[in-house]
């Protein structure tokens, strides 16, 4: 079976391709690249912490570049090392070190964002009721943004700021192909966060728990102001995107029957699962390895679909539906990459849910888009209205 990882999506919902993928059980290998993608729920949670894996690109992938034109070189290379310190990107020694620093940075803002989440739903609600509007721009994105703003400790103007900043930088991420001009964007963008973040640590100290833990990673000479700035980024683009990804398909697949029949927790974590943003993981062999009953060699490049794992039917029986589930998901990774805002994330779920509850009101989509990127989730437009019930 193959994808095309490096086509064009726009306006595609791939959620049933997944799903096919994940009832014909069979691993897929990208049709341009005849890379090996995974798919089924028991080996994608296998691998993701395995110990012969690493996320760190290996230093021959690098060297495709040297063919380019200096000044195009100059600048991907510029991307690759910053992404290299992105936690997510990073592994071994380094990626312990930052790991120590960040492992509790959210836990002082999972309730503070509960209730802004549900307070935003709420007003929303106030004020589109009885029309048509636009999910993402009057529910969604003021959540996410919301979000970004607790975990910084900015107001809205200044989240936004960021966010758009992160969101140059999370899009020339998604886009398979080198392209000179978005890479040229996202090496300014991250000047802009570096810039902001240097003049932001000096005051951490007495702020959130997670300045203090990128002021605690500029500090150590081990680690160092990139690395701290390589963070924020990740943080960012990591909160925004995903969570209104996640909203998103909370709107499309969230009805009254939901509401009323399963716990806000047990909705979130399905809508966690039927979203999964982030729908492969990357890693690379670090020596020659079985993997899934397939031969892999030393420093080959293969993806975990994450998507079409927690869409896998042995694991969730009848999976585009919501029920209470007993298999885990694996939306939010696995083992030393999990993500660190997942509770943040599920919080945001859960006090929207709840709000949901009490209105006993729920959305109707009359228009949905989708950005063009096969590797994330992410909804260009959802126009709608809401229904009472």
Request: aromatic share 6%; with cysteine; charged share 20%.
């Amino acid at each position: 079976m193959n994808i095309d990882m490096l086509s064009d999506y726009t306006g595609v919902d791939v959620a049933d391709t997944f799903r096919q993928i994940a009832e014909a059980g069979q691993d897929i290998v990208d049709a341009q690249t005849g890379e090996l993608i995974i798919v089924r729920h028991r080996e994608v949670r296998a691998l993701l912490p395995a110990a012969g894996l690493t996320t760190k690109r290996p230093q021959r992938d690098l060297l495709a570049l040297d063919s380019l034109p200096p000044a195009a070189r100059e600048i991907q290379l510029a991307m690759k090392a910053h992404y290299a310190r992105w936690p997510l990107f990073s592994d071994g020694d380094y990626h312990r070190r930052l790991r120590r620093y960040l492992t509790r940075s959210m836990t002082d803002i999972v309730e503070v964002v509960a209730g802004n989440a549900a307070d935003h739903l709420r007003e929303a609600q106030r004020q589109t009721a009885g029309s048509s509007f636009s999910w993402l721009e009057r529910v969604a994105e003021p959540i996410a943004a919301s979000l970004v703003g607790t975990i910084l400790d900015v107001h809205a103007d200044e989240a936004a700021v960021l966010i758009d900043r992160a969101t140059v930088i999370v899009r020339e991420l998604a886009w398979p192909i080198l392209d000179d001009a978005r890479a040229a964007d996202a090496v300014t963008a991250q000047r802009d966060l570096a810039s902001w973040l240097e003049r932001a640590l000096p005051s951490a100290q007495g702020s959130t728990r997670y300045l203090r833990a990128l002021r605690a990673i500029a500090d150590d000479p081990a680690l160092g102001f990139e690395s701290a700035s390589a963070t924020l980024a990740q943080t960012i683009t990591g909160a925004y995107d995903p969570l209104v990804s996640v909203l998103g398909t909370l709107a499309l697949t969230v009805g009254p029957r939901e509401l009323a029949a399963l716990a806000p927790e047990t909705i979130a974590e399905e809508v966690l699962r039927l979203a999964t943003p982030f729908r492969f993981a990357r890693r690379f062999t670090t020596e020659p390895a079985r993997l899934a009953g397939h031969e892999v060699p030393a420093e080959t490049r293969i993806f975990l679909g994450l998507a079409a794992a927690n869409l896998d039917p042995r694991a969730f029986p009848d999976p585009t539906s919501l029920a209470a589930r007993q298999s885990p998901h694996v939306a939010f990774g696995l083992g030393r990459h999990y993500c660190l805002g997942a509770d943040a994330v599920r919080s945001c779920l859960v006090g929207v849910v709840g709000a949901l509850v009490e209105a006993r009101a729920a959305f109707t989509a009359h228009h949905v888009a989708y950005a063009p990127e096969l590797s994330i989730l992410r909804f260009t437009a959802m126009d709608g209205s809401w229904r009472a019930y």
